[in-house]
């Protein structure tokens, strides 16, 4: 049986080796998958309309959709967030008309609005829709504080832990505010009490220089090449986002690992299979840095 962590039975125990987390490698097929059909479609309908249109995005949300599905129903909300994010991000560089993008978006933000009412009016309706588990994370991003003895306690502790660390932080393993599982999720509020505003501003801006490098090799590659980028891209940036975002209290938790930073041996080497399908596509263009030409 699956263990379950957080609310989760996103794991499978393998004996003697530990347990692997599936759907995390399952975001790269899916940026694969993804990339290879809206590839063999504009080799087919090199020119578009709204009925190829339609069909385009009936196929990549019917592809999206299976793992999407299958991982919601693991309790595992924070990935199918990811998976959802990464069919996004393809869809918007895939030539759709903007029209329907458009009007899959107001959608999209008609529902979060009417979730949003909800919550304000009637909370308990959303039981129908979200377990117990979930509507106490949104409770305690809402009033950490108020929730600090309780579901909050982890948020709590990490904004006191980031506000500690100040400008220039408290030195490398000096950090002496108690976060559960820091680890893992929570890895950028030790970085961000030991190392403080610098060193928190400094691991971003080496995440948005990975981000950088791989935006320039998609603008310089063949239409399979750049939708992978893209993938990666948009796994990677709202992972960054969401971790850091979700850490100092911005948006809800959702047990979204920072990449590279995190604890959890699936998680790393998914981000890496994103990173070597990338460094894939910039070989192929014999372009060096340091090169005379």
């Not at 603008?219 to 893209?230: A, D, N, Q, Y």
């Not at 209290?249 to 998680?267: N, V």
């Amino acid at each position: 049986m699956a263990p379950v962590r957080k609310g989760a039975k996103s794991w499978i125990e393998i004996p003697g080796l530990g347990s692997i987390q599936p759907s995390e490698f399952m975001k790269i097929f899916l940026i694969l998958m993804l990339s290879y059909i809206l590839t063999k479609h504009i080799d087919k309908f090199p020119v578009g309309g709204i009925r190829t249109d339609i069909k385009l995005l009936f196929k990549m949300g019917l592809i999206a959709a299976l793992p999407i599905g299958l991982t919601l129903l693991q309790n595992d909300f924070g990935t199918s967030l990811v998976m959802a994010v990464i069919t996004m991000g393809i869809i918007l560089v895939s030539g759709i008309n903007w029209k329907m993008i458009a009007s899959v978006v107001s959608l999209v933000v008609s529902i979060v609005c009417s979730l949003v009412i909800i919550y304000l009016y009637d909370p308990d309706l959303l039981l129908n829709l979200l377990d117990g588990y979930q509507l106490d994370r949104i409770n305690s991003w809402l009033d950490p504080f108020g929730h600090g003895q309780g579901i909050g306690y982890q948020l709590k502790q990490s904004i006191l832990a980031i506000g500690s660390g100040m400008t220039e932080g408290k030195g490398f393993n000096q950090s002496n505010v108690y976060i559960p599982e820091a680890h893992t999720d929570f890895i950028f509020t030790i970085v961000a009490e030991e190392f403080g505003f610098i060193g928190a501003s400094l691991l971003i801006s080496l995440y948005f220089f990975i981000i950088y490098k791989i935006v320039a090799t998609a603008l310089s590659s063949s239409f399979f090449e750049s939708f992978i980028c893209v993938g990666v891209i948009s796994f990677l940036t709202f992972h960054i986002f969401q971790n850091i975002g979700m850490v100092i209290g911005l948006i809800p938790i959702t047990g979204i690992p920072l990449p590279l930073m995190s604890y959890g041996g699936s998680s790393v080497m998914a981000t890496m299979m994103g990173l070597g399908l990338v460094l894939n596509v910039s070989l192929k263009k014999k372009d060096y840095m340091f090169s005379n030409e």
